[in-house]
Nanobody, 126 residues
């Protein structure tokens, strides 16, 4: 079993930055592909960014490409989401997700991931 805990959310003005952290525990955290998703009030959960277990492959939603960066540190069992040039429409609860995966693939759909964190709120004011 894998437990995921997100942190780093908060309130920031438009144009500002936040760095989200997802800490994993529960078992040896290797060979896990990771993803970040977000859910705004009244909307479905949507894909934001994904990374393969090695960190060699990443993928982003068009809405965040060029502004957000996903990275991982397997030695620390941690994945990060650096969010720059934030916009009010980025306001949402952000969730990290994990999937055991020995290939170099990344995954973009919610049902690809069996493990989820509780989420962290990021609010961008205009």
């Amino acid at each position: 079993q894998v437990q995921l805990v997100e942190s780093g959310g908060g309130l920031v003005q438009a144009g500002g930055s936040l760095r989200l952290t997802c800490a994993a525990s529960g078992r040896t955290f290797t060979r896990y592909a990771m993803g970040w998703f977000r859910q705004a009030p009244g909307k479905e959960r949507e894909f934001v960014a994904a990374i393969s277990w090695s960190g060699g492959n990443t993928y982003y939603a068009d809405s965040v490409k060029g502004r957000f960066t996903i990275s991982n540190d397997n030695a620390k069992n941690t994945v990060y989401l650096q969010m720059n040039s934030l916009k009010p429409e980025d306001t949402a609860v952000y969730y990290c997700a994990a999937r055991y995966e020995y290939s170099g693939s990344y995954f973009t759909r919610t049902y690809d991931y069996p493990y989820w964190g509780q989420g962290t709120q990021a609010t961008v004011s205009s």
